[in-house]
């Protein structure tokens, strides 16, 4: 079991950075695939990074490439999720999400435990 608890949206201008953070409880965090999704209003969610249990590899979907780093760090049981460069297209819920099974995917179906969300509004 693996409970995640999300912090640090809030409301940036457009090219203004955020971090979040996820803190996770259960003894399978360290071996756990970690994700970071978003879902903005009318839109499906989608996965903007995940990183593997042991942080050697990463994903990131195009649209974060280069603006977003996700890093995680197993001794505080947390994941990050650091943006930068904001634009307006970025404002969504971003959830974190815990898969203790398999690879890097980037289909939400494939993470097993969800955190709340914490929302993120960029002003243009």
């Known amino acids: 079991q693996v409970q995640l608890v999300e912090s640090g949206g809030g409301l940036v201008q457009a090219g203004g950075s955020l971090r979040l953070s996820c803190a996770a409880s259960g003894r399978t965090f360290g071996g756990s695939v970690m994700g970071w999704f978003r879902q903005a209003p009318g839109k499906e969610r989608e996965c903007v990074a995940a990183i593997t249990s042991s942080g050697g590899s990463t994903y990131y979907a195009d649209s974060v490439q280069g603006r977003f780093t996700i890093s995680r760090d197993n001794a505080k049981n947390t994941v990050y999720l650091q943006m930068n460069s904001l634009q307006p297209e970025d404002a969504a819920v971003y959830y974190c999400?815990?898969?203790?099974?398999?690879?890097?995917?980037?289909?939400?179906?494939?993470?097993?435990?969800w955190g709340q969300g914490t929302q993120v509004t960029v002003s243009s």
């Open positions: 999400a815990a898969r203790t099974v398999g690879s890097v995917v980037r289909d939400s179906t494939g993470y097993k435990y």
